[in-house]
């Protein structure tokens, strides 16, 4: 029988030192590494601060200056240089139904109703020039029309303060600007609205829909006063869309409520409209819809349509007692399309926008844009400027 030895093994002196010393090296430096690291990282984060990027399904809102529009135009809104109209070109014009418009530059406006009142308060109105945003009338703004320029509408959405409600409609501007075609020219209008949130969705959501109804009456408003000459064209996201139906309705003197346009003739101006991610009934320009009288005011009407779009699935709920389908998310039902062929169109951009309520994958996307933008900026009233000759202009055909 063997017996097992089971004294502990003697550690040479020579191999003991090295191996307590790095027991004692590792026992005092790591604690004191992540102290030293701990005391860096507080001093960083004193000096600068961490940049969040935006989610990579999500583009970034644009970067305008809050300035109050003290930042000269030039610097906010650049352009390319517009082709020179002479005199000899301008008295070669000659008048007829709907004259070729003309003008030497762009021309932005800014109103503003979100001012506590009646349903027919006086507007605080902007333009800009000199480099800046100046304060105007509205009789100043009927008065810019009277050259026949385009005039195309931006109305914005929900949950829009008045600073972000200039920042939108200048980047619309400038995606409209960048990918208009040759020589057309335009006169380009914000019409910021109250529609910050309020309260609960369930109860201030329904309070938004009804005060975009309130909106278009205001709009129409405004049209009604323009000259007759004066074609206009209407963009609107989301409840903005709203408005847009409700003005198309008030212009083809129809009423809601006890909301009517006095004097109304309908069919007196040309009229187009494009509907983005549009939060109204999708009935309402069938005959039994809320804007029955849209179709009578209006020549082409485009809704952009988005099967994914969450909130425009919810859009549901929004009246419960209706259950009532978005228009941008099934596009327009009960539309008698035989009677006007072609007056309206319909987009599926679902594969395009997805899954999101986000105004910025509209504005942003170049093939929704491009398709678009000759639409509401009447591109076939303009000749080319390669094609300009010294012969007079003739009538412009609406369609």
Known sequence: ?????????AIPNSRRQPTAALAWHLT???????????????????????TLAAPHDELPPPTVQQDDGQKPLADRLPGPP????????????????????????DDIWLIETRTPSTIQPAPQVYRY??????????????????????????????????????????????????????????????????????GSYRVDAPRKARQSDVEGFKLAQVIQKLPPQV???????????????????????????????????????????????????????????????????????CVLVNRRDPVLIAYRHLETFRGQLAMGHTGPVGVAEDQCPGQ???????????????WTRYIYSPEIMQSIAPLVLYADWFKPVCQETSQPLAPAVVH
């Open 1 to 9: 029988m063997t017996m097992r030895n089971t004294r502990p093994i």
């Open 129 to 198: 020039e000199r480099g800046g945003r100046c304060a105007a009338s509205l009789s100043e703004f009927l008065a810019a029309n009277e050259d026949g320029l385009p005039l195309c509408i931006w109305i914005h959405g929900y949950q829009v303060c008045p600073e972000f409600a200039e920042r939108m409609g200048l980047a619309v501007y400038e995606q409209l600007r960048q990918l208009r075609p040759c020589g057309t020219h335009f006169r380009f209008l914000i019409w910021s609205w109250p529609s910050q949130k309020d």
């Open 28 to 50: 005092l430096g790591l604690p004191l590494a992540a102290l030293l690291l701990s005391f860096g990282s507080i001093a960083a984060a004193g000096t600068s601060l961490p």
């Open 231 to 301: 074609p206009v064209s209407l963009m609107g996201f989301s409840f903005g869309a709203r408005a847009v139906g409700a003005t198309l309705h008030f212009l083809g003197c129809g009423r809601i409520a006890n909301m009517a346009l006095p004097d109304c003739e309908p069919a007196s101006r040309p009229v187009r409209a494009v509907l983005l991610a549009g939060a109204l009934d999708h009935d309402a320009f069938s005959p039994k819809g809320l804007n029955n009288h849209a179709a009578q005011a209006v020549n082409r009407v």
């Open 82 to 105: 517009l082709p020179e109209i002479t005199n000899k070109a301008a008295e070669e014009i000659q008048a007829g139904n709907r004259p070729q418009p003309l003008a030497l530059r």
């Open 344 to 358: 309206f169109s319909v987009r599926d951009v679902s594969a395009t926008i997805g899954f999101s309520h986000n």
